[in-house]
């Protein structure tokens, strides 16, 4: 009897104990307590980008819609491109759930995701005040347990007065808190499959504001990455669209730099804008370039414009040409 008793004793005392550590975990993932002082409630990613921050290469990317699974620009591109993009650039939305298997697809075949999340509703104060952690728990969370890396973009063309989180709307020093909250969030959940992508818009006539005081810090940024388009209203050679913006972020911050998001538009220079971009993008020393393959209005602007490589025989062979001869194809996977 006495031992029949002990084992009962034991057997409530096991009880209680897995109680209190359901409800200790219960309270400790809702939307209460300091997101910076939290800890990981789900294991770390298994992949670390640490390796891939300084890149030995010349990546060449493409941009494609909203979602991993949107195969069709990518696929023309990589026919008319003559190889597969080393980068898959996707849109996605503040409050959107992260696709695990469609970016692990997506790296499997030897493409680098990068997500460029656009927080087209959603305050940037809000997010720096903590209001948004619970998204940003369970969007880190989700991250972490995709097996790949992942390029991430907050909240680009944060100069662009077109956006809602730009200049004529939000502070740049919102804009700063928001980013780090995002980011300590994610480093108090483990993520170590991130490569933070700090994304303005090259400086221009339409994107006028200075970009340090948008610039988060050295300790929260990866990699630079450039946005812009040679077309009608500005960008004629690299050397007045992309090297003033260069110059302007070198006096601040040393980091690789991507040109993130860049076409040219249809016209009669195309071809001569294809060889000046590509060979500009090499004397500067970029680690890739993602190109805009579709019809998209100029930025700011309403004027549809056709970025196309293919929009001409010429367009398409200097494409062709150029990229291979600057050396740009080069996969994340081999290193």
């Not at 692990?104 to 656009?118: S, T």
């Not at 992942?150 to 100069?159: Q, T």
């Not at 200049?167 to 780090?180: G, L, N, Q, R």
């Not at 804008?273 to 309403?302: E, N, S």
Request: proline fraction near 5%; charged fraction near 20%; aromatic fraction near 12%.
């Amino acid at each position: 009897m006495a031992i029949a008793r002990r084992r009962s004793g034991l057997t409530v005392a096991a009880i209680l104990t897995i109680a209190v550590t359901f409800l200790v975990n219960a309270c400790g993932t809702g939307n209460g307590g300091d997101a910076k002082a939290g800890t990981a409630t789900t294991p770390a990613a298994h992949f670390d980008v640490s390796s891939m921050l300084e890149p030995s290469g010349r990546a060449l990317g493409v941009v494609d819609d909203k979602t991993p699974w949107q195969y069709d620009i990518a696929t023309t591109f990589a026919k008319e491109a003559g190889r597969a993009p080393d980068i898959r650039e996707y849109y996605g939305s503040w409050g959107d759930d992260f696709d695990a298997e469609g970016n692990a697809f997506l790296w499997r075949h030897g493409q680098l995701p990068m997500m460029a999340l656009v927080p087209s509703d959603t305050s940037l104060a809000d997010i720096a005040e903590g209001r948004e952690d619970a998204y940003i728990r369970r969007l880190a969370d989700q991250i972490a347990t995709y097996d790949g890396p992942l390029a991430l973009s907050f909240a680009g063309e944060m100069n662009g007065p077109w956006n809602s989180w730009g200049p004529e709307h939000t502070k740049p020093a919102d804009f700063v808190a928001s980013w780090k909250r995002v980011h300590d969030v994610f480093t108090a959940r483990g993520v170590t499959n991130v490569i933070w992508v700090w994304t303005p818009h090259v400086v221009d006539s339409g994107t006028t504001a200075e970009l340090r005081p948008y610039y988060p810090g050295s300790a929260y940024v990866d990699w630079v990455g450039l946005i812009g388009y040679y077309g009608p209203i500005d960008g004629v050679a690299f050397s007045s669209l992309f090297t003033p913006t260069l110059r302007e972020i070198a006096a601040f911050a040393d980091k690789p730099v991507l040109i993130a998001e860049t076409g040219v538009a249809q016209g009669e220079q195309k071809q001569a804008h294809i060889r000046d971009l590509f060979r500009g993008a090499a004397k500067a020393g970029v680690i890739g370039l993602v190109w805009y393959d579709q019809r998209k209005d100029w930025p700011g602007g309403k004027q549809l414009m056709d970025w196309r490589i293919s929009t001409s025989r010429e367009a398409l062979a200097a494409f062709q040409v150029e990229s291979a001869r600057s050396g740009f194809g080069h996969s994340f996977k081999n290193g």
